[in-house]
């Protein structure tokens, strides 16, 4: 049981004696025991959910303007960007938001393999992890369809098409997505009211995933456990510190690309007003989804494509038990960090073939970088059995105060 | 230092892959608009000057929809000068109180009138071609201001034994060559109010300026703030990187 | 690793560097905490294309001595008479202390020939009638409204029923003698 927390001003002890918000955000953000190794891999949880803000602030502000309507949406984006007060920054903010959002994701996810954090005790912790991403990915495709240009429409009719591959029922799910015999208003529609909502359910499984982790506590760079309390530090005023100035850089990096390189990221094509009559010459998801576009397209099959692509990420919910070996971090393990680099170099050439008409030497290189993808698991769970492991240190404050002996 | 490394290739390779659609015909040559960079922001003579040839040339074929006559404001033009362009076209208002539509001479307030009522009346009178809106032009072509100049400056003859199919002309930047547009620019199309020489380079560097500023019209006040938010944040990082410094100098880390 | 560059000296050196820095850092960051706030706030605010519509110009050539229009200006009708010498006495004869809300006629109009204000009651928001020939003018010859039975005279004062206040007179300028900016 925790101990009753005494606050010195007298309206937050009131407070809290009728809710403890107080003492819960002081035992979870301030006493909270955070290993004192880690590194700034560590930054980009805290970075993840700064991102979520920005999102939610910039997507409501951007919708008291925005008009879900087909013969309108375009022209009510592009009236934000002219006539609204500041309208073009939101609208940048938003759209460059979201793939800074998956660039954090990414790295946070990345992290996690590296250091084995989905490893036992966190295993519910990771699960969370993979659901917040999966809504980040639903959230992130309704919402590129909202602008209603070239681009929104036809990556809409691509990835809501593939459901028909199910078998017997395939159809009729698809014209249940659409509302209707194609893309069109009631699909944009819906596609609004989801994007709104689905945010507000990252945040709450954000709050579970932070509850998790907080339960079994966070990992660290040499993957072994705490041993007592002089391996840890107070989250406050550390971490904080430590997370404020990590906020710093991101945001210049952010902010450098959101006022000199706006377009970056997008699709010049999506400047082009929905056109039902007209393909554009390459259909290209946004980036975050590329190396998943390529293992669909690497499988000839429409059916066994689908499977694939959403076996992609339903394999990692399985990491935990794939991934045999007792040892967390791949800093003692020399096979796993050389599998893990291979797989990090796979997934940007999935990417590369995503971004790129499946022509020529691009069609087998992505069959080659999918069978290398799936090819990850088994290989993992072999060097979980036969790997010899690097010796570990006794604890965390162990290798520090060696070091320091030797000055 | 190796992650480094082959964390900077992904990054490289990364970075090759975002512009996603593949690379098709000649490389665009890069020009040195005044707007690029840090610092750049637009030159207003200029955009003057690409209005001219917007309202001369482009507008008898070309909308600008998404641009109204008061945005012409911020490139340079007085009260009396916008209300005279936008009196040249009249717009069809109403009903009065009589129930009937009626024409009324455009107002500042009113977006550009396009030239055709629809696009089927643009593609009757343009030999089946649609001639695209012009007012996000440069953003939705890939090289954006690169390519306009370069389709503008890239009309030549067919090079041998091609033929170019009737109604259309050769050129070497468009996709497929043959487009419907006929070459708009030649040296005096127009005659510049500010007496600047009009070369067809100086015609196209000009309309492709103003198309710019068709498409990014807030260009110039993103730029001058976002060199003040940049700026403000590496203080502000440098000010908590010290903190962290000091706060962490008691840590064995 | 111990901090060997500070010669040993008295924690408060230190402590007041780290204070410095926090105030510093939390200053720059309050502030710069507001100046991103201030863009979604201002986002609210009319925006341009609202704003080129705030203020509305029309013509007035073709409105009769005795007749009246009724234009729109910022979703509101607007009531334009050109009004006949006799409605000018009668409005410039009321006794202003009896009125409830107290204005003389030459508070309300630029040109006495022509009376502008929104058409819009001030009791609840009904549009008064009296702008058509056959329309009720009520007793005072200005305008009526059906609503609640309220009366206004030819200058739109307020005379008799529920209304409190006279018609709102809005900001309007004679850009020529035949063409009023409102707004």
Not at chain 2, 1 to 14: D, G, N, P, Q, V
Not at chain 3, 59 to 86: C, L, M, N, Y
Request: hydrophobic share 45%; proline share 7%; glycine share 8%.
């Amino acid at each position: 049981m925790s101990e009753q927390t005494k606050f010195d001003n007298k309206i937050v002890q009131w407070v809290d004696d009728r809710l403890p918000i107080f003492s819960m955000l002081k035992h979870s953000a301030v006493d909270y025991p955070t290993p004192k190794n880690l590194n700034y891999w560590w930054n980009f949880g805290s970075l993840a959910g700064l991102m979520l803000t920005v999102m939610v602030l910039t997507g409501i502000f951007l919708a008291m303007n925005y008009a879900a309507n087909a013969g309108i949406a375009f022209t009510s984006v592009e009236r934000i960007m002219r006539d609204v007060n500041y309208g073009w920054l939101l609208r940048y903010l938003h759209a460059n938001g979201a793939s800074f959002f998956f660039i954090t994701v990414y790295i946070h996810i990345f992290r996690g393999l590296y250091y084995g954090s989905y490893k036992a005790p966190r295993e519910l912790l990771w699960w969370l992890g993979l659901l917040i991403y999966l809504s980040m990915m639903a959230t992130a495709f309704m919402g590129y369809v909202l602008p209603w240009g070239q681009m929104s429409f036809w990556g809409a009719t691509v990835i809501t098409n593939l459901f028909s591959a199910i078998p017997v029922v395939g159809d009729y799910i698809v014209t249940w997505l659409w509302g209707g015999f194609s893309v069109d208003n009631p699909t944009l529609n819906r596609f609004f009211a989801l994007h709104y909502l689905l945010p507000f359910v990252i945040f709450a499984l954000v709050g579970l995933h932070v509850m998790a982790l907080h339960t079994v506590k966070s990992n660290n760079p040499l993957g072994i456990d705490v041993k007592g309390p002089q391996d840890t530090i107070p989250f406050h005023p550390y971490y904080t510190v430590k997370d404020l100035f990590g906020v710093g850089v991101f945001l210049i990096v952010y902010l450098g690309v959101v006022f000199y390189a706006p377009n970056f990221f997008g699709e010049p094509d999506n400047y082009i007003p929905a056109n039902p009559m007209v393909t554009p010459p390459h259909i290209v998801p946004e980036w975050y989804f590329l190396p998943f576009y390529a293992i669909l397209r690497s499988i000839p099959n429409k059916l066994a494509g689908v499977i694939c692509m959403f076996s992609a990420i339903i394999i990692l919910f399985f990491l935990p038990w794939i991934d045999s070996s007792k040892v967390r971090s791949a800093k003692f393990r020399p096979y796993f960090k050389q599998v893990f680099w291979l797989f990090l170099a796979d997934c940007f050439l999935l990417g590369y073939v995503g971004a790129h008409p499946p022509e020529g030497n691009l069609v087998l290189m992505g069959q080659i970088g999918t069978a290398v993808y799936f090819g990850f698991f088994p290989l993992i769970w072999i060097i979980g059995k036969i790997e010899k492991p690097r010796p570990l240190p006794q604890s965390i404050a162990q290798p520090v105060l060696k070091q320091s002996e030797k000055i | 230092m190796r992650k480094l490394i082959l964390s900077t290739l992904a990054a490289i390779s990364m970075a090759a892959a975002v512009p996603a659609v593949a690379e098709e015909g000649p490389e665009l040559e890069h020009q040195n608009w005044p707007w690029l960079g840090v610092f750049g922001k637009y030159d207003q003579a200029q955009l003057k000057r690409g209005f001219q040839i917007y309202h001369d040339v482009c507008s008898n074929c070309h909308s600008l929809k998404l641009v109204a006559y008061r945005n012409l404001a911020e490139i340079g033009f007085t009260e009396d000068e916008i209300k005279a362009f936008a009196a040249e076209k009249t717009v069809k208002d109403g009903p009065n109180d009589a129930g009937e539509m009626f024409d009324r001479p455009a107002r500042p307030s009113d977006h550009f009138v396009p030239p055709f009522a629809n696009d089927q009346a643009a593609r009757a009178a343009n030999n089946g071609a649609l001639p695209p809106d012009q007012s996000l032009l440069v953003k939705a072509r890939k090289g954006g201001p690169d390519y306009i100049y370069a389709l503008l400056m890239g009309y030549t003859d067919a090079p041998e034994g091609v033929t170019v199919p009737d109604g259309m002309a050769y050129n070497k930047v468009f996709p497929g060559h043959n487009i419907g547009m006929p070459a708009p620019l030649a040296d005096d199309v127009v005659t510049y109010a500010d007496g600047t020489k009009a070369t067809q380079e100086q015609e196209a560097k000009d309309i492709t300026a103003f198309l710019n500023w068709t498409s990014e019209p807030e260009l110039d006040t993103r730029h001058s703030m976002g060199l003040k938010v940049l700026g403000f944040l590496a203080v502000l990082t440098a000010l908590f990187y010290a903190l962290k410094r000091k706060v962490w100098s008691d840590v064995e880390h | 690793m111990a901090d060997s560059s500070q010669p040993a000296s008295d924690p408060s050196d230190g402590a007041s560097r780290r204070d410095f820095l926090v105030y510093a850092a939390s200053g720059l960051g309050a502030i710069g905490t507001a100046a991103a706030v201030w863009p979604f706030i201002h986002s609210m605010n009319p925006a341009a294309d609202t704003l080129a519509l705030a203020s509305t110009e029309i013509d007035i050539s073709k409105v009769e001595v005795g007749q009246a229009i009724t234009v729109t200006w910022r979703g509101k009708p607007v009531f334009v008479r050109h009004r006949t010498p006799e409605e000018i006495k009668a409005a410039q004869d009321v006794n202003v202390s009896e009125l409830r809300d107290p204005q003389t006629d030459a508070q309300r109009v630029q040109k006495p020939e022509w009376l502008i204000m929104v058409g819009v009651c001030t009791h609840l928001g009904c549009i008064p009638l009296g702008q058509k020939s056959g329309d009720p003018k009520g007793e005072f010859g200005g305008w009526f409204c059906p609503c609640h039975g309220s009366q206004y005279d030819t200058s739109g004062r307020i005379r008799k029923g529920p209304a409190p206040l006279n018609l709102l007179v809005p900001q309007y300028t004679f850009l020529t003698d035949t063409s009023v900016r409102i707004g």
